[in-house]
């Protein structure tokens, strides 16, 4: 199996409201054991005309706007409406193909919250609907490191990271970084070392 772990940085937390500053993307088959630092990566920052954001989100993301302000080719730029467009040529330059005589692509997602949090933002993104489909089965490795005797909530990236024995269990609130981690994460369930 296929599947795309998406990560998305952003000016806040309203998907109506705020927008998306950075995206990454780790395409990853279940079928194979291929080593994390050679799988399909994509990263995106994402450049706006203006930012409206929540004071939290935006210092998180200092560095984005830095990259911004003083390119240092850390990661390409691109417009919001050419992130779309982009990412579907990523997933068709990687195997991805057209759904049958269709102008999208369509993935099977993976992420930390990513059905409540990041499918909204990408939803709200130009043309997204457009050049990507994403399946209704959305791998959230939460499911994996619940436990459902004492958690109020599901647990958090980093709490999942914790629990799966990792030794940094830090989250770098980095797209393609957190879309790594929750790749690590669900491998611990088909592909234990």
């Not at 706006?48 to 984005?64: D, K, M, S, V, W």
Request: aromatic share 10%; charged share 25%; net charge negative.
């Amino acid at each position: 199996m296929h599947y795309v772990s998406i990560d998305l940085e952003t000016t806040g937390t309203n998907p109506a409201r705020h927008q998306i500053i950075e995206f990454g993307a780790v395409i990853e088959n279940t079928n194979k054991n291929t080593e994390l630092q050679n799988l399909p990566r994509f990263k995106r920052i994402v450049k706006h005309p203006e930012y409206t954001g929540q004071a939290f989100a935006l210092n998180l993301n200092a560095r984005i706007f830095q990259e911004l302000v003083q390119p240092t080719g850390a990661a390409p730029v691109c417009e919001a409406l050419e992130l779309a467009g982009q990412f579907k040529d990523f997933l068709l330059n990687n195997g991805f193909a057209t759904d049958e005589e269709k102008t999208y692509v369509r993935i099977i997602a993976a992420g930390k919250n990513f059905a409540a949090f990041d499918l909204a933002f990408l939803n709200n993104l130009p043309g997204w609907r457009d050049h990507i489909r994403i399946s209704q089965q959305i791998l959230d490795p939460a499911m994996y490191y619940i436990n459902f005797q004492d958690d109020q909530k599901l647990p958090s990236l980093e709490e999942c990271k914790r629990r799966a024995g990792f030794e940094d269990a830090s989250v770098m609130h980095d797209a393609l970084a957190d879309a790594l981690d929750v790749v690590r994460l669900l491998r611990q369930q088909y592909h234990p070392e």
